[in-house]
C-alpha cells in the first residue's frame, strides 16, 4: 500500500467513525450493539487465524520485485503466496472475516450446529457444505446498488463423508445419508455490514435453504421428454433437488443461475441399464457403472440407474431462481443443456438479448453459448423471468488462425437429424455432449469460469488444467489448448465479433500460459507482461472482474500443479500493465478458491473457501480452520475488505 494513499484515507474513515457513533452511539436499541460487537469479536477471533504469526515462517516467497500496478486502479502490496500455512492471508491494510459457516443456522428454527448428531432435519436449515458459487442481490429493490445490505446467494457443491462425520463407515448410515443430500443445494441469506464487518440475520425472512431434496420445475424444451420421466414424475416436469452446483451467474433481473457440475458422480449401477442410447449417454458422461461413492442408492432408488434409468437426465442443467422471493419454485432451465456445467455468465447485448455463457468442466469438453430470443426489459422484471427457456445454444470452435464460429445445436441442422438419431431439440440438449462431438467443437483443457470484461465486453474463460492431452488415443495439443502436460492450465480472450455477444463469430488469444515463470520448462506467458511483474500461479478456476476491468482469479489445485497453496490474484487485461499478476489473498491448507464475487461499489470482496483440510478426516482433520483449537475445519464464506472499512478492494 502507498503510504501516501492511505493516510487520508484513514483519517477519513476515523472522522466517518466518529460520526457514526455520534450518530447511532446514544439511540440505539442494545440489540444493534451487540451485533456490532459481536461482529468485532468474530472478526478479531478469525483474524488471528488469518493472519498470524506463521507467516513469517513461509520460507519461499512470489517474486520479491512485484509492485502494484497503480494505472490501473490496482495498488496493493501483493502477499507472499502460502506454503504450509492454516490461515487467510491478505495484504497489508486489509482485513478478513468470516460471514457463514457450514452448520450455521440459516433459518429462524434451525438447531445449533452440532456435527456429531447432524440429520437431514438439522442439515436442510443451516448453511450447507462446501460453498463455491457466490451471487450478491443488493437490498431492498433488485435493481438498487446498495452495497451495505444484500442477499448472499451461496452454492455448495459436494460433501466429504469421512471430514463431515465421525465415524463415517464404509456403509453410511440413513442420517448421514439425509444430512449429505440436505448439504447440497443453496443458501440464501441476508447480509448487512456494520462498521466495516458483514454479518448474517439468521432470522431474516429472506433465508432460505434450497437442497438436493428440494422440488424444482424442469422448464425448456426438454420438460416432459420421455427421457426426462421416472417413477416419482411421470410428466417429467418436476424433480427434487439439485446437486453439485459450482460456478453459476447473477441476471440484471436479479435472479441467480446455479450449475449443476460432476452430477454423475451419485448415481450408482449404470451397468444395470438397459443398453442404448441412453447408456450411451451415461456413459459419455461418466455416470457410476457400479455402487457411487456416497451409496445414496441404498435408501434411494432414485440414485440407482438400473432402477431409475432416467434420473440422471434431470440433472447437469442450470437452475434460475429468485432469490427476493423465498418461496419461489427454482427452475431447471433445459434450454441450455446438459452437460457438467460449471458456470452461467450472463451479458446483455447491444440489441438486449441476453448471451450466457457456460464451460463443461471435463477434459477435452467444450465451452457454450446460449443467446435467448427474447430481450432484457429493464422496466418490467416479471416480463424477464422465463427468457432462458426461448432462444438458441451454440458450441465454441477455436480455429488456428484466431478466428472463432460459435456452432448452433439445433435439432434437425448440420448431423444433428432424425436420419442420424436425432429425435428433437430434447434429445440434442439431453445428449449434449454427444452433439457437441458430431459438431466437431474443440475440446478444450477443462473449461471452468467465465467472466466478461464490463470495460470491454472482451470474454474471459478459465481452462484449469488437463495433463492427458496428447496422452495415449487422447487429442493432441491444438491452437487454444497448447501444452500437451498442462499441468497448470491457461486463461483464454474472445473477442466476439463487433463486440456483439449475439454473433456466431469471434477471435481469440490466449491471455495467459499459467505456471512458474521462474521455470522455463513450464512455458508460461503472461499477456506479454515482464516475468518480474507476474506471480507463479496454477489451475485458474473461478475468476470475477472489478468494475475498472481487472480480473480477479481464483485456483483450485494449484498445489498439486506448482506447489503454492489454492491463492486469489489481481491481474491487469488492458494498458501498458497488461499482464500484471499480483497474489491477493492464499488458503488455509487443504482449501480451494470459490465464489469471488464484489458488491457494487467494490468496496467488499466476499469469496468462499472451499474443502479446508481436504484429505484429512473428521478424527484426523488436517486444517483447523476457521476456528482452530480442536475444531473440525468448515468451508465458509469470508469477506475481505480494507482496514477501516472504507475505499475499493485492490486500489
Ligand atoms: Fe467444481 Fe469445475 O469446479
Ligand atoms: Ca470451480
Ligand atoms: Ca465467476
Redesign the pocket.
Known sequence: MNPEMIDPVVQKLDKEAENAHTIYGENQSPDFKQVVEDGLQRRDLIKGLFTGAALAASGALAPSTLQAASITGLNFKPIKLSKGNDFIDVPEGYDAGLVIAWGDPVTANAPAFDPTRQTGASQSQQFGYNA?MITYHSLPAWNSTNSRRGLLCVNH?YTDGVAMFPAYGATPTKDQVDAEITAHGVSVVEVEEFFGVWQYNANSGYNRRITGETEMQITGPAAGDPLMQTTADRSGTRVRGTL?N??GGQTPWGTMLTAE??FNQYFANRNGMAAGVNRDNMARLGTMTGASARLWERFYDRFDQAKEPNEPNRFGWIVEFDPYDPNSVPKKRTALGRC?H?CATTVVAKNGQVAVYS?D?ERFDYLYKFVTAGVYNRDNRAANMDLLDNGTLYVAKFNADGSGQWIPMIHGTGPLTMANGWRNQADVLIRLRLAGDALGATRMD?P?DVEVNPVTGVVYLAC?NNTSRGVGANPGIDAANPRANNRSGHIIEIKETGNDHTLTTFNWGIFMLCGDPDNMAHGTYFAGAPREKVSPIGAP??VAFDNQGNLWIGT?GMESAIGWQDAIYACVTEGPERGTLLPFMSMPIGAETCGPTFTPDNETFFMAVQHPGEGGTYDKPTSRWPYGGNNIPRPAVVFVKKSWGRGVVGS
Open positions: 463455491d457443491e453439485n459450482c460456478a457440475e460432476n457438467k460449471e464451460g468442466d477443462r471452468e484449469t478456476d473461478n483450485d
